[in-house]
């Protein structure tokens, strides 16, 4: 496929920042949208916009077969064995505090234990770290090896008969660090313990399939992938349906109330109260339509080499350290120095039109991990450029010389 015409489906691409045409590598903190995204959400409102699941009408039926088969097309997308399994949320951060609050609270009882990783968004720490501390548990963060992945001594040595929950990320928001979540699913589930996987970064990237996993929970955003933001996914393996209550009361979940006791749907409704994001519903399905029409194949492929070319380059600059593997890696590279502070940096590149993410990427354990306060992060898509990486570690390269300067020469 020709990346001339992927990068017209992204008019954003062609905007200009301070002056400077814009090279976007923010990406593991949001994706841009397509135009035919774009133009799904405002002609949903334009010509569709009504509630779903409540009226007779036309409209409200039109807008319930589209939330509906977006359901369909998602349980499709992370290969889940049937919409049901599958609940729409705001986001991986709502996902996660909905598995919280909806199945772990009722396991959180006596001395129980909660293993999550140095690896994890603050999305999946810390609504496990609010659980541990208000029901008297334990939370357990499996470290870092030398290497930059998880320690799997440690895991193996941590899920006990205790452990209610492994809570882990499959792609790191800091280094990229690709996590085996099969063997690591495998691992827990010899040991009678559920997992959570947060696949809000691998799911641009990664084929995903929760069947071939055996996940037990899986949860994703869709800003990240080419969608709205305000939009996400939760999966739920069906047999832990029995095992759910819903924590957020309203319309839409229930089809009964009698002698003053609701009678609650069932999944996906049992976990959806109130009016959903339904234009951004509509949206994140021409995102996951777009992603299947240029492949997932063709966005491994381009990311994986626009990556591995940018590590390589970042590698390279004198006094930068790359955080984490080298390979086997996401879309993103974090580097930190003694030369500059990612603040100053990012600021610096942001006027020379380079958009990357400064600070712990609300990821303070990986940094901490690492030894290290915050750091700077470059997160390529496949509709970056090899010319653009080139631009912007040569962007970057000014920008250490010139804080170079300004701290006295620290290099
Ligand atoms: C690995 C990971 N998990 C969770 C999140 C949180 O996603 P959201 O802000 O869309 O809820 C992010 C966002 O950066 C992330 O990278």
């Not at 992927?6 to 045409?21: A, S």
């Not at 984490?324 to 039109?353: E, I």
């Given at each position: ?176 660090s690709v996590n085996d979540v099969k063997k690591l699913i495998d691992l827990a589930h010899s040991k009678g313990v559920p997992v959570l996987i947060d696949a809000a970064q691998a799911a641009r990237e990664f084929p995903i399939s929760v069947s071939e996993l055996d996940a037990d929970f899986l949860c994703l955003s869709a800003h990240k992938m080419l969608g709205p933001s305000g939009v996400g996914l939760l999966y739920i393996a069906e047999r832990h349906f029995k095992e759910l209550a819903p924590f957020r009361l309203g319309g839409g979940m229930i089809s009964d109330i009698r002698d003053g006791t609701p009678v609650y749907e069932e999944m996906p409704h049992l976990l ?140």
């Open positions: 496929m020709d990346i001339c015409s992927v990068r017209q489906d992204f008019p954003i691409l062609d905007r200009t920042v301070n002056g400077r045409k814009l090279i976007y590598l923010d990406n593991a903190a949001t994706t841009q949208m397509p135009s035919q995204v774009l133009s799904a959400y405002s002609q949903h409102y334009f010509s569709d916009n009504a509630n779903v699941h409540r009226g007779v009408h036309t409209l409200s039926d039109i807008s319930t077969e589209k939330l509906e088969s977006a359901r369909a097309a998602a349980a499709l997308f992370i290969g889940a064995p049937s919409p049901e399994c599958v609940v729409f949320t705001s986001g991986t951060t709502d996902s996660v505090n909905t598995v919280a609050r909806a199945w772990a609270e009722n396991k959180a009882t006596g001395d129980f234990s909660v293993v999550t990783t140095a690896m994890e968004h603050h999305s999946n720490y810390l609504p496990w770290l609010d659980l541990c501390r208000r029901r008297g548990g334990k939370l357990i963060e499996i470290p870092l090896g030398p290497d930059g992945r998880l320690d799997i001594d440690a895991l193996k040595d941590n899920l006990t008969p205790k452990t209610i929950l492994f809570a882990v990320t499959y792609v790191s928001n800091v280094t990229g959806e109260a109130g009016t959903p994001n339904i234009g951004g519903i509509v949206a994140f399905h021409e995102a996951i339509r777009y992603i299947e029409g240029v492949s997932r194949g063709y966005i491994t492929e381009r990311e994986t080499m626009l990556t591995s070319r940018l590590r390589e380059m970042l590698s390279q600059l004198q006094g930068v350290r790359v955080l984490g593997p080298t390979d086997n890696v996401g879309s993103c590279v974090s580097v930190v120095s003694n030369r500059f502070h990612p603040y100053d940096a990012a600021v610096l590149l942001d006027k020379l039109g380079v958009a990357v993410r400064s600070g712990t990427h609300c990821s303070i354990p990986c940094h901490r991990a690492f030894g290290v306060e915050g750091s700077l992060r470059f997160s390529p898509a496949f509709y970056n450029t090899e010319e653009e990486i080139d631009t912007a570690v040569d962007a970057f390269d000014r920008v250490l010389h010139i804080l170079g300067r300004a701290s006295g020469g620290l290099s």
